[in-house]
């Protein structure tokens, strides 16, 4: 069915990139905003700059309201942008509805958190699934194509035989079923992207890992470029080769996964790993939450008038004056090829300095902690 799987493109080639994406939305403003000539606006997203590649996934990292779902909503050209590119091949791309839109979600395609609520009750899986194989030219020719067409679907996310499925209703079936439907829809299109918004983080803990197996198969079996979105630091380690954390709509640290997730630089990724429940790292039941709350107390800054500097500054143990008025670009971490964090305490000045003993950087104690957690 699919020209990626006859085809297949050259391993880790671009396919959707964002380049300096951001967005800001508009909030109502209050009677003594109006006096303002600023716009009051959310910083929803800063500044991020993702590479989609080919039998690659690519985690994006961070709790809840850092600015994710923006991002998948972004790339799948849901939204306009404030600001940034989005390439496909290369190509800068903008389109809001009409039939560029639809050649461009053939090709990039969104899978919701909530399975319940992205199928309609009403229609069955036949519905669902021949709706999106029509829609974008797959549905094979005459009844047997489709049929054809149907059965691979439903064979692809193995919901086998398909027969039994193909007639039942969404409620006829659990979530993680559920949620394959929605991933056979998205196949239907035979895109080259999937945009993965907390894929499993509505199922049963005890099928997410089905889902996400099913998820890494096609990634492999039809060379597919995957962002996938989510709160769980522990899962991106598992599942995606790449892992990306944003921290209240900035990124703060890339590279591989192993690297970010066990050997985390960014003092918020290492909050975050800390209260993960990795069974690697686990000691006791709750411990390591309670420590990680300790270390990072205080709750994410307001995304109206976002702090100045490094936006996670007034919560850094480690934060040196300069984080409070310098935004940190993204500089390397050098223990891993690719392994950056947007962290001055990874600045070679501070580095330097520290390794001399003068007080240039003003590093407080933390900072050496904060290198030497990196290497
Ligand atoms: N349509 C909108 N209008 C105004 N603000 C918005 C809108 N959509 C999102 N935001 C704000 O943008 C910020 C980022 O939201 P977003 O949903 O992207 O975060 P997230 O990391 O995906 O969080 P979650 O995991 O809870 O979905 C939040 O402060 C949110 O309130």
Redesign the pocket.
């Known amino acids: 069915m699919t020209t990626t799987e006859s085809a297949p493109a050259p391993a880790d080639e671009v396919v959707l990139e964002a380049v300096g994406l951001t ?1 800001h ?3 109502r403003r209050r009677l003594r905003d109006l006096l303002s000539r600023t716009p009051t606006v ?4 800063d500044d991020v700059s993702i590479a989609l590649r080919r039998g690659r996934v690519t985690a994006l990292v ?12 972004l790339l799948a050209q849901l ?1 306009p942008r404030t600001g940034g590119d989005i390439r496909l091949h290369g190509a800068s791309i903008r389109v809001r509805g009409g039939r560029r839109f639809r050649a461009y979600v053939r090709r990039v395609q969104l899978i919701l ?1 909530d399975p319940f609520a992205s199928l309609n009750p009403v229609h069955t899986v036949r519905y669902h699934l021949t709706r999106s194989l029509r829609i974008h030219g797959n549905a094979g020719t005459g009844p047997d194509g489709l049929e054809k067409a149907l059965a691979d679907l439903l064979t692809r996310v193995s919901l086998t035989p398909p027969e039994r499925y193909l007639d039942a209703f969404p409620h006829e079936l659990s979530g993680g079923q559920r949620q394959r439907i929605a991933i056979a829809r998205a196949l239907g299109a035979d895109p080259e992207v999937l945009l993965a ?2 894929p499993v983080s509505m199922l049963d803990v005890s099928i997410r890992l089905g889902v996400l197996n099913l998820l890494q198969d096609l990634k492999d079996r039809l060379n597919l470029a995957i962002l996938y ?1 989510t ?1 769980d630091i522990a899962s991106a380690r598992y599942f995606a080769d790449d892992t990306i954390v ?1 921290y209240a ?1 900035r990124m703060v640290e890339g590279g591989d996964s192993e690297t970010v997730t066990q050997r985390p630089a960014h003092p918020y990724t290492r909050l975050l790993t800390d209260s993960a429940p990795d069974p690697e790292r686990i000691t006791g039941a709750g411990g390591d939450a309670d420590a990680a709350t300790e270390r990072g107390h205080g709750e994410p800054p307001s ?1 109206i008038r976002p702090p100045a500097g490094c936006r996670f500054h007034p919560r850094c143990p480690h934060a040196m004056p300069r984080c409070t008025t310098e935004l940190p670009p993204p500089i390397p971490v050098d223990d891993r090829p690719g392994h950056w964090a947007a962290c001055w305490l990874f600045d070679p000045a501070t580095v330097a300095a520290e390794k001399t003993g003068t007080a240039a950087a003003t590093p407080t104690a933390g900072a050496t902690a904060g290198q030497e957690a990196a290497r």
């Open positions: 967005k939305f508009p909030v959310v910083h929803a997203v961070g709790e809840s309201g850092s600015g994710k779902s923006t991002v998948a909503r939204y958190q918004d907390e979105i709160h944003m709509g995304l």
